[in-house]
């Protein structure tokens, strides 16, 4: 059976309770953004691009079998943005393969209970906003077509 | 297999060697062959050389890494109090996505830096775009306090800046704000004066009504005076 959304988010929320350094929390995202698979190249249009972030980060959603796929990837040009990719891969864990009433379901303040936001940046905060901000609407868009 | 006998044994060797009969204690004697070949040797030779050589270039680049994340981390402590620092600082970090060792400590530490940064870039990028705005509604004198009371580093690319300089350099706008200023300063100073006469005028009002009141009560005082008698 696949795991619920809810017992995504438990699992998270435990993994950050874990954390006893605050440098745990950027480690995570590391590994997060290391295991992280890009996207294909042909999928990264400018209308995939999520508004708002610093880095240019793709959202591609699917809509399959009553479940959204999203692949993601970001791009910092010179730099390699691994603290947005691995937020990025953590929004992922908890949203993706999921059913649109099932991510419509989960509270848009989970992350700040958890904690992620203490010490990001406000750009990477705004850049985490407006990615979930775009899932949220993705979800919407499908739901509403599910029920046609 | 790898062997360093070139694929004989030590036996065939003492085959080649013995002589016909000759034995030691009824068992044929055994061979004095060398322990391994020259190629052998060589080859164990190189195959240290690349161990040693490698162990000694991963400490020299981590070697190379801790003395550049050291160099930027000076830069960005240095720019906390001389703000134009960071523009260096950013560009150290920038030079370290060519490093071959980066620890994960010191990419926490580039990944938070870099994106400090980024916010402070941002910052001013918000700021450019109010001054803008300003400038586009004819109103230069706000544009130029926008630019003239922002005391950060300069993070914006190369044609932003530009517009940025321009507007605390142009005299025209310059002169704007001074006009202002001194219609400011004038309406500041008008403004003064009408307080201080109107307080004047209040001072002299009540000590009229007090005279009058004083007035007022001698006069009833001696109408008192008078009925008595």
Same mark, same amino acid.
């Given at each position: ?59 591609? /959603? !699917? ?63 705004? &850049? ?21 | ?15 080649? !060697? ?9 068992? /044929?004697?055994? /061979? ?100 803008? &705005? ?16 922002? !005391? ?34 004038s309406i500041a100073r008008e403004k003064a004066i009408a307080d201080s006469l109107a307080q004047v005028a209040a001072e002299l009002r009540a000590k009229a009504v007090a005279d009058s009141i004083e007035k007022a009560n001698k006069r009833l005082a001696r109408k008192g005076k008078r009925k008595k008698v």
């Amino acid at each position: 059976m696949s795991e619920s959304i809810v017992d995504r988010q438990e699992k998270i929320r435990a993994k950050f309770a874990s954390f006893a350094d605050p440098d745990d929390k950027w480690k995570f995202l590391l590994d997060l953004a290391r295991e992280h698979k890009g996207m294909d190249a042909a999928l990264k249009a400018e209308k995939f691009i999520i508004q708002g972030c610093a880095s240019t980060m793709y959202l591609v /959603p !699917k809509f399959e079998n009553g479940k959204i796929h999203f692949e993601m990837d970001v791009e910092g040009g010179t730099t390699n943005p691994l603290i947005s990719r691995g937020l990025g891969a953590l929004a992922l864990q908890v949203f993706n393969d999921m059913a649109p009433a099932d991510i419509l379901s989960v509270d848009p303040t989970f992350f700040q209970q958890i904690g992620l936001n203490v010490g990001l940046s406000p750009t990477r905060s705004n &850049g985490f906003a407006s990615l979930l901000k775009q899932i949220y609407l993705y979800a919407r868009v499908f739901d509403a077509i599910s029920k046609k | 297999m790898f062997s360093f006998l070139n694929g004989k044994s030590p036996f065939d060797e003492a085959e080649e !060697k013995l002589e016909a009969g000759e034995t030691v204690n009824g068992r /044929p004697k055994l /061979p004095q062959a060398p322990i391994m070949g020259w190629q052998d040797g060589v080859f164990l030779l190189v195959l240290v050389g690349l161990i040693v050589g490698g162990y000694y270039y991963y400490q020299h680049t981590k070697q190379v890494s801790a003395d550049t994340f050291a160099k930027c981390d000076a830069l960005y402590v240095a720019a906390e109090t001389d703000a134009a620092k960071y523009v260096e600082a950013e560009a150290c970090y920038n030079e370290t996505w060519e490093l071959s060792f980066v620890s994960d400590s010191m990419e926490i530490l580039r990944q938070n830096r870099l994106g400090a940064i980024e916010d402070l870039r941002n910052h001013q990028k918000d700021l450019y775009a109010d001054a803008m &705005g300003a400038l586009a509604a004819r109103d230069s004198v706000s544009a130029f306090n926008i630019v003239n009371e922002y !005391k950060g580093p300069m993070l914006l690319n190369k044609g932003d800046a530009k517009d940025w300089n321009s507007i605390v350099g142009n005299e025209a706008i310059k002169a704007c704000v001074a006009a202002a200023a001194a219609r400011a300063d004038s309406i500041a100073r008008e403004k003064a004066i009408a307080d201080s006469l109107a307080q004047v005028a209040a001072e002299l009002r009540a000590k009229a009504v007090a005279d009058s009141i004083e007035k007022a009560n001698k006069r009833l005082a001696r109408k008192g005076k008078r009925k008595k008698v």
